[in-house]
């Protein structure tokens, strides 16, 4: 059975950081192409980053230059290194892998709230 399971979200101040993990089972993530979604109340679920088998990154622009996606294949995790944190950014963070249009897995997704 595949499990995604997201951590590290939390309260954090403007300006803040967070390193949002999400750690794999019943895959091998260096298999799978890797992102981190977010969902603001009211918003669709918008793409913040990805990373390739090979891989490349890439980024949504109002994320460029803050985060930072990466995958630790010996624990099988991915992460997500946010700074300068803004308001904007509050929103559940979802973890996704795709191999496939069949074989895509999410996560429960974890709470980011960026607030004084």
């Known amino acids: 059975q595949v499990q995604l399971v997201e951590s590290g979200g939390g309260l954090v101040q403007p300006g803040g950081s967070l390193r949002l993990s999400c750690a794999a089972s019943g895959i091998s993530l260096r298999f799978y192409v890797a992102g981190w979604y977010r969902q603001a109340p009211g918003e669709e679920r918008e793409l913040v980053a990805t990373?390739?088998?090979?891989?490349?990154?890439d980024y949504a622009d109002s994320v460029k230059g803050r985060f930072t996606i990466s995958r630790d294949s010996s624990r099988n995790t991915m992460y997500l290194q946010m700074t300068n944190l803004k308001p904007e950014d509050t929103a559940v963070y979802y973890c996704?892998?795709?191999?496939?249009?069949?074989?895509?897995?999410w996560g429960r997704g974890t709470q980011v709230t960026v607030a004084s």
């Open positions: 990373l390739t088998m090979g891989g490349s990154t």
């Open positions: 996704k892998v795709q191999k496939s249009s069949a074989l895509t897995y």
